[in-house]
């Protein structure tokens, strides 16, 4: 079964323009995680979805938006780019466990974004 | 606010010998912990979980304890392997399919 898919892999902005994001939630899953990643640190909640609905969301300004669309697949949306939102975003996709253990979020490769 | 802390920035172990990777964690909420490995370009691997009705669960190699009163845990991996060289992510959170809180990571240099 293919993981969890992300586009693009790399990605070069220059500062204020916009940027969408993509990912592809593992077969069967409904929830999409997205995670930034700056260097030398562990990666930072931004949104969570389920079933289409907003069901989380981290610290992170208005300029960041997601949806998730009815075949689960997600896009993550940053506008005003700024130097800092430089970074590997990560999408996590999981299922519920119906209560029988935690719903393991998996993780695809991520985008570089970089913000110039 | 760093709700989940990893103290050592690395490791460096000797391939066959047992690694030791430690994490806590402040937010007394939180109720699931795992830990993710992650390689360079690539996104965090799952390995193993632990609820906090347990204080051991094991997979293999890996094995993680979790101390509630300490709010600590740790993953060992045993025999170390050089393959296991990655970064390893401690992860908590509050409920069973809600947000991830990471640690910072600590980078596992295993020598053969």
């Known amino acids: 079964d293919a993981g969890v898919t992300q586009s693009p892999t790399h990605l070069i902005k220059t500062r204020g323009q916009q940027v969408t994001l993509r990912c592809s939630p593992i077969s069967g899953h409904k929830s999409v995680s997205w995670y930034q990643q700056v260097l030398g640190q562990g990666p930072q909640f931004i949104f969570q979805y389920y079933e289409k609905e907003e069901r989380g969301r981290g610290n992170f300004p208005d300029r960041f938006s997601a949806r998730q669309f009815p075949n689960y697949s997600s896009e993550l949306n940053v506008n005003a780019l700024l130097l800092g939102d430089s970074a590997l975003y990560l999408c996590?996709?999981?299922?519920?466990?119906?209560?029988?253990?935690?719903?393991?979020?998996?993780f695809g490769p991520g985008t570089r974004l970089t913000v110039l | 606010d760093q709700q989940v802390k990893q103290n050592s920035p690395s490791l460096s172990v000797q391939e066959g010998r047992i690694s030791i990777l430690n994490c806590d964690y402040t937010n007394s909420m939180f109720d699931y912990f795992l830990w993710y490995k992650k390689y360079p370009a690539e996104g965090p691997t799952f390995l193993i979980s632990?609820?906090?009705?347990?204080d051991k669960n094991e997979d293999g190699r890996f094995t993680v304890f979790l101390n509630k009163s300490a709010k600590h845990l740790s993953l060992h991996i045993v025999p170390s392997q050089p393959g296991d060289s990655a970064v390893y992510f401690c992860a908590a959170s509050r409920t069973s399919y809600g947000k991830l809180t990471f640690g910072q990571g600590t980078i596992l240099t295993v020598h053969p």
């Open positions: 632990i609820s906090s009705i347990k």
């Open positions: 996590a996709s999981s299922s519920p466990a119906g209560g029988l253990g935690t719903d393991t979020q998996y």
